[in-house]
């Protein structure tokens, strides 16, 4: 069974940084992608950042410029480093993981989420 071990949300001010971490554990072939999501109280889930084996990286458009994901694909770690955090980067962040358990399957996992609360 894969699971993922998030870390590094709290407390910051407007302006401030934070640095997310997840780790992936278990039994996994091959990593396809890693990314972040995150969900606002009474908004939908939506994607953060996300990069894939071959280090692609997509961003969603309100967080270009502010923040950098980053994979040690030898440890299953993905990184979030969020710079200029706004109030309303404000929410609950999720690790996402894609990966291949066997050859020539693909499954998906999703971490507990860390809080991440931006004050003005």
């Not at 069974?1 to 001010?13: K, R």
């Not at 996300?50 to 994979?71: E, L, W």
């Not at 999703?110 to 809080?115: K, M, R, V, Y």
Request: with cysteine; charged share 10%.
């Amino acid at each position: 069974q894969v699971q993922l071990v998030e870390s590094g949300g709290g407390l910051v001010q407007a302006g401030g940084s934070l640095r997310l971490s997840c780790a992936a554990s278990g039994s996994i072939f091959s990593v396809n992608a890693m990314g972040w999501f995150r969900q606002a109280p009474g908004n939908e889930r939506e994607l953060v950042a996300h990069i894939t084996s071959g280090g692609v990286t997509n961003y969603a458009d309100s967080v270009k410029g502010r923040f950098t994901i980053s994979r040690d694909n030898a440890m299953n770690t993905v990184y979030l480093q969020m710079s200029s955090l706004k109030p309303e980067d404000t929410a609950v962040y999720f690790c996402n993981l894609l990966y291949s358990p066997t050859f020539n399957t693909n499954l998906e996992v999703w971490g507990q989420g860390t809080l991440v609360t931006v004050s003005s």
